[in-house]
């Protein structure tokens, strides 16, 4: 593995637009709209702009999981923002996450009643619908906190497994030894602490299914399982017996499989995508 051991940071940084490796396209370090583009609006008063990254899928399993339970008003639009593309730098985007990361999401029905109310970074929409339906988030304040905690674990955790092992194992440039060694380290030792938490519980907040598991589910549950980045073997995932029981648990759920399809555009042959979704049949079209 190469590492430039000459390297010397400048006194200021400035960008170079072509060292970003596979990315580098869409990245930049300023924030704001780069062109104008209005967002689409469908016919639920949930819409969804976002892709099927591990953060898309939190809330279209969530969406699904609450149409699962019954509640039909979580029905929903999901449009696409391919960020590839740069749509998330378009001017309707930004005025709904003005940190234009996917997903965003817009409520046209809130129950305050007022104007429609925006929502992102995933966690904050997990927690936005469990409180709006009442669901998927525990009653009892204890199995509440503790739902509620791993639920920012994730949000905290996750980038070292995303923008660090992820990115410098499978997309960067080139392969960098004390990178990968760095994030593999963080990133299995999160392994582990799922792996020992799960010794005792069956979900994340105990015997209750909850926001909790649909944030990790899809980082972790999708890492060990070999959804992700090709690192199963790397990362050594069957030593992690009891996340592994967690995640194939969760992996049969039919929300989950539903939700994990939606605003998806890439993979073999063999995987099911779904570019938009504006109705539970256009899942059921393809899911047979």
Same mark, same amino acid.
């Given at each position: 593995?190469?590492?430039?051991?000459?390297?010397?940071?400048?006194? *200021?940084?400035?960008?170079? =637009?072509?060292?970003?490796?596979?990315?580098?396209?869409?990245?930049?370090? *300023?924030?704001?709209?780069?062109?104008?583009?209005?967002?689409?609006?469908?016919?639920? #008063?949930?819409?969804?702009?976002?892709?099927?990254?591990?953060?898309?899928?939190? *809330?279209?399993?969530?969406?699904?999981?609450?149409?699962?339970?019954?509640?039909?008003?979580?029905? @929903?639009?999901?449009?696409?923002?391919?960020?590839?593309?740069?749509?998330?730098?378009?001017?309707?985007?930004?005025? $709904?996450? #003005?940190?234009?990361?996917?997903?965003?999401?817009?409520?046209?029905?809130?129950?305050?009643?007022?104007?429609?109310?925006?929502?992102?970074?995933?966690?904050?929409?997990?927690?936005?619908?469990?409180?709006?339906?009442?669901?998927?988030?525990?009653?009892?304040?204890?199995?509440?906190?503790?739902?509620? =905690?791993?639920?920012?674990?994730?949000?905290?955790?996750? #980038?070292?497994?995303?923008?660090?092992?992820?990115?410098?194992?499978? @997309?960067?440039?080139? #392969?960098?030894?004390?990178?990968?060694?760095?994030?593999?380290?963080?990133?299995?030792?999160?392994?582990?602490?799922?792996?020992?938490?799960?010794?005792?519980?069956?979900?994340?907040?105990?015997?209750?299914?909850?926001?909790?598991?649909?944030?990790?589910?899809?980082?972790?549950?999708?890492?060990?399982?070999?959804?992700?980045?090709?690192?199963?073997?790397?990362?050594?995932?069957?030593?992690?017996?009891?996340?592994?029981?967690?995640?194939?648990?969760?992996?049969?759920?039919?929300? $989950?499989?539903?939700?994990?399809?939606?605003?998806?555009?890439?993979?073999?042959?063999?995987?099911?995508?779904?570019?938009?979704?504006?109705?539970?049949?256009?899942?059921?079209?393809?899911?047979?």
């Amino acid at each position: 593995m190469s590492q430039n051991k000459n390297y010397t940071p400048p006194k *200021v940084w400035t960008w170079d =637009s072509e060292s970003g490796g596979e990315w580098a396209n869409i990245s930049r370090p *300023v924030s704001g709209a780069t062109h104008d583009k209005a967002l689409p609006t469908g016919k639920h #008063p949930l819409q969804l702009y976002s892709l099927a990254t591990p953060n898309g899928q939190k *809330v279209t399993i969530m969406l699904e999981e609450l149409l699962a339970l019954g509640h039909t008003k979580a029905e @929903y639009d999901a449009y696409l923002i391919d960020i590839s593309e740069g749509d998330q730098f378009g001017s309707g985007f930004v005025a $709904v996450n #003005p940190n234009s990361k996917i997903p965003a999401l817009m409520d046209h029905a809130p129950a305050s009643g007022n104007s429609p109310q925006r929502v992102f970074e995933s966690g904050a929409i997990l927690l936005y619908l469990a409180e709006k339906f009442n669901d998927l988030l525990p009653e009892n304040p204890g199995k509440r906190t503790e739902a509620l =905690s791993w639920l920012f674990w994730q949000m905290g955790s996750a #980038p070292y497994v995303g923008g660090g092992f992820g990115h410098f194992y499978k @997309y960067a440039p080139e #392969p960098i030894e004390y990178a990968i060694d760095r994030f593999t380290m963080e990133t299995k030792r999160q392994l582990d602490v799922l792996d020992k938490h799960l010794a005792d519980n069956e979900y994340m907040a105990g015997d209750e299914y909850s926001i909790a598991d649909i944030a990790i589910w899809p980082w972790y549950g999708s890492l060990v399982l070999g959804y992700a980045y090709d690192a199963k073997e790397f990362l050594d995932a069957e030593s992690y017996k009891h996340l592994l029981r967690w995640a194939k648990q969760i992996d049969t759920r039919e929300a $989950v499989r539903r939700g994990r399809i939606v605003n998806k555009t890439w993979g073999d042959d063999n995987e099911v995508q779904l570019r938009e979704r504006h109705d539970a049949a256009d899942i059921d079209k393809i899911l047979k």
